[in-house]
């Protein structure tokens, strides 16, 4: 079945520094999705891609679709506080109505 | 805009005893409705799905069972809880844009003893 891989599992950085998350898929999707998880919280939506090869920036995170649609990243710039917390990316391949979400990136950030 | 309310919030049962967990969604009709698991620590496992009433889709062979008897009720049950069962249970709620993306409720945290 379809299975959708995060790396890595958890990140620790100094206020400042950037953060990069990788999604990797066993199959082609037709789009992938970011969610953040606050520490004690539910996923909230971030953005969605669709295209081959698409950049998406919001202020400081900037998301990538792979050419092949296999893979994603999330980049964050200049790590705040506010940042903590864990990132999923979840990935569909058909119109069959099911997310699979990976299994996320947790990050912490040192002031 | 949409909303999804979850409850109970929080819940600690013994093993062996049934459990419900009741969603439901305001703000949208027609959704596909999602319930997923997460243990402590770890990624969101699907374990039902439905996209219309009446029509289930399970994901994993488990103790638990998934019903929607109204368009914006999901609810999440079983007849006998194990220690494994515990986790924090998410109801999700496709939105009104089409695009695909997911609101969450509150989510329900559940303790097996």
């Known amino acids: 079945g379809q299975q959708v891989m995060q790396i890595p599992q958890y990140q620790h950085v100094q206020e400042g520094e950037d953060f990069t998350t990788y999604c990797n898929s066993s199959?082609?999707?037709?789009?992938i999705q970011w969610y953040k998880q606050r520490p004690g919280g539910h996923p909230v939506f971030l953005i969605q891609l669709v295209k081959s090869g698409e950049v998406k920036k919001q202020k400081r995170l900037t998301f990538q679709f792979g050419e092949a649609k296999k893979n994603s990243s999330l980049h964050i710039t200049a790590t705040q506080t506010t940042d903590v917390g864990t990132y999923f990316c979840a990935g569909s391949s058909s119109n069959t109505g099911k997310l699979i979400f990976g299994q996320g990136t947790t990050l912490q950030v040192k002031p | 805009s949409q909303t999804i309310h979850q409850w109970p919030a929080t819940l600690v049962q013994p093993v062996g005893s049934p459990l419900s967990l009741e969603c439901t969604v305001e703000?949208?009709?027609?959704?596909?409705l999602y319930w997923y698991r997460q243990a402590a620590g770890r990624g969101l496992q699907l374990l039902f799905y439905?996209?219309?009433?009446?029509?289930i889709s399970s994901e994993v062979p488990q103790n638990l069972s998934a019903s929607r008897p109204q368009d914006r009720q999901f609810i999440l049950s079983s007849k006998k809880l194990l220690l494994s069962d515990s986790g924090f249970y998410l109801c999700?709620?496709?939105?009104?844009?089409?695009?695909?993306?997911?609101?969450f409720g509150e989510g329900s945290r559940l303790t097996v003893l």
């Open positions: 999700a709620s496709t939105g009104t844009s089409g695009a695909g993306e997911l609101f």
């Open positions: 439905s996209v219309g009433i009446g029509q």
């Open positions: 703000g949208t009709s027609n959704p596909n």
């Open positions: 199959t082609t999707l037709s789009n």
